[in-house]
């Protein structure tokens, strides 16, 4: 694949032009992100009844309980009001890792990882706390992590 990066002359408007063959999951969510002007460095989250802006890499992880999900950060938790499913395609190509069913973690905020029984890990986070990789999700954190096979 070939990129192009061109500055415009003084005057013209900023232009992204995508010559593909074949469109591919992953460009059009490229798209759909650009088009939406939704960056991955910042996210609205709820605290009470006001909105905060929170760097995405300020928030260690995401659980999803009782039909909520929360973004952890190393003081703080929110709720994000979206599905889980939705906050993983937007960061998707980012340091986030879906590790379970109701978890997505940022794997810049491990601090180390333990083996457990069953293939499963226990990640500890750079704020103390404790999580559970499920065993269908370590080959893909392995691979992102650039270990094993």
Do not use: Q, W
Request: glycine letters at 6%; a negative charge.
């Amino acid at each position: 694949m070939k990129i192009t990066i061109e500055t415009p002359l003084p005057g013209e408007e900023d232009e992204i032009i995508i010559k593909m063959a074949e469109l591919d999951d992953e460009v059009l969510r490229t798209i759909r992100r650009l088009k939406d002007g939704a960056g991955t460095d910042t996210m609205a989250l709820y605290a009470d009844e006001s909105i905060r802006m929170v760097p995405t890499k300020e928030i260690l992880y995401f659980d999803a309980t009782d039909n909520h999900v929360f973004a952890y950060t190393r003081n703080d938790c929110f709720d994000t009001r979206k599905k889980l499913f939705e906050i993983e395609e937007r960061l998707a190509n980012s340091s986030f890792l879906r590790i379970s069913k109701n978890a997505i973690v940022n794997i810049k905020s491990i601090d180390h990882l333990s083996p457990e029984f069953n293939g499963r890990f226990i990640a500890s986070l750079k704020n103390g706390e404790d999580i559970i990789i499920s065993r269908g999700y370590v080959p893909e954190l392995k691979k992102k992590l650039g270990i094993g096979k």
